[in-house]
Protein backbone atom coordinates (compact mmCIF):
# COMPACT_ATOMS: atom_id res chain seq x y z
CA UNK A 1 0.00 0.00 0.00
CA UNK A 2 1.36 3.83 -1.03
CA UNK A 3 1.13 6.56 1.26
CA UNK A 4 -0.60 9.29 -0.29
CA UNK A 5 1.29 12.63 -0.73
CA UNK A 6 -1.69 15.34 0.08
CA UNK A 7 -4.42 15.39 2.11
CA UNK A 8 -7.36 14.69 -0.06
CA UNK A 9 -9.30 16.68 2.05
CA UNK A 10 -6.63 20.00 2.57
CA UNK A 11 -4.45 19.42 -0.19
CA UNK A 12 -1.74 19.83 2.14
CA UNK A 13 1.48 17.89 1.83
CA UNK A 14 2.05 15.15 4.28
CA UNK A 15 5.68 15.38 4.15
CA UNK A 16 6.06 15.08 7.87
CA UNK A 17 3.80 11.84 8.10
CA UNK A 18 5.25 10.43 4.96
CA UNK A 19 9.07 10.95 7.15
CA UNK A 20 7.51 9.58 10.23
CA UNK A 21 6.01 6.31 8.33
CA UNK A 22 9.96 5.48 7.65
CA UNK A 23 11.22 2.76 10.22
CA UNK A 24 14.58 4.57 9.04
CA UNK A 25 12.94 7.61 10.72
CA UNK A 26 12.70 6.62 13.69
CA UNK A 27 15.51 3.94 14.33
CA UNK A 28 17.17 7.26 13.73
CA UNK A 29 15.37 9.10 16.53
CA UNK A 30 15.06 6.70 18.90
CA UNK A 31 17.84 7.53 21.06
CA UNK A 32 17.64 11.53 20.59
CA UNK A 33 20.59 11.78 19.17
CA UNK A 34 21.31 11.94 15.55
CA UNK A 35 24.97 10.83 15.20
CA UNK A 36 27.51 11.94 11.94
CA UNK A 37 27.15 7.75 11.54
CA UNK A 38 23.31 8.04 11.35
CA UNK A 39 23.46 10.72 8.77
CA UNK A 40 26.05 8.99 6.75
CA UNK A 41 23.92 5.52 6.45
CA UNK A 42 20.80 7.46 5.61
CA UNK A 43 22.53 9.35 2.72
CA UNK A 44 23.78 6.10 1.24
CA UNK A 45 20.08 4.69 1.29
CA UNK A 46 18.98 8.00 0.00
CA UNK A 47 21.43 7.45 -2.82
CA UNK A 48 20.85 3.96 -3.45
CA UNK A 49 17.25 4.30 -3.96
CA UNK A 50 18.36 7.19 -6.63
CA UNK A 51 20.05 5.22 -8.13
CA UNK A 52 17.21 2.14 -8.30
CA UNK A 53 15.02 4.55 -9.68
CA UNK A 54 17.43 6.34 -12.20
CA UNK A 55 17.38 2.69 -13.80
CA UNK A 56 14.12 2.42 -13.53
CA UNK A 57 12.54 5.97 -15.47
CA UNK A 58 11.76 6.43 -19.12
CA UNK A 59 12.78 9.45 -19.92
CA UNK A 60 9.61 12.09 -19.13
CA UNK A 61 9.48 10.82 -15.63
CA UNK A 62 13.55 10.90 -15.16
CA UNK A 63 12.99 14.78 -16.54
CA UNK A 64 9.96 15.29 -14.12
CA UNK A 65 12.20 13.68 -10.66
CA UNK A 66 14.82 16.02 -12.04
CA UNK A 67 13.28 18.79 -12.30
CA UNK A 68 11.63 17.74 -8.19
CA UNK A 69 15.17 16.85 -7.00
CA UNK A 70 16.24 20.17 -8.33
CA UNK A 71 13.81 22.93 -7.15
CA UNK A 72 13.89 20.91 -3.41
CA UNK A 73 17.67 21.57 -3.87
CA UNK A 74 16.96 25.00 -4.43
CA UNK A 75 13.92 25.34 -1.48
CA UNK A 76 16.48 23.62 1.17
CA UNK A 77 19.06 26.31 0.37
CA UNK A 78 16.89 28.80 0.43
CA UNK A 79 15.38 27.71 4.03
CA UNK A 80 19.34 27.58 4.99
CA UNK A 81 20.17 30.75 4.00
CA UNK A 82 17.04 32.22 5.18
CA UNK A 83 17.48 30.68 8.31
CA UNK A 84 21.14 32.55 8.48
CA UNK A 85 19.95 35.67 7.76
CA UNK A 86 17.28 35.58 10.53
CA UNK A 87 19.89 34.58 12.89
CA UNK A 88 22.49 37.80 11.89
CA UNK A 89 19.89 40.07 12.18
CA UNK A 90 18.73 38.77 16.55
Known sequence: MTIPWFDRETGILLLDELAEAQPSFR???EDGIITP?????????VLELMQLLDKQLDDRQHQLVTELLSELAVLFA????HE???????
Open 27 to 29: KIL
Open 37 to 45: EELLDQSNH
Open 78 to 81: ALQY
Open 84 to 90: IQQLKHQ
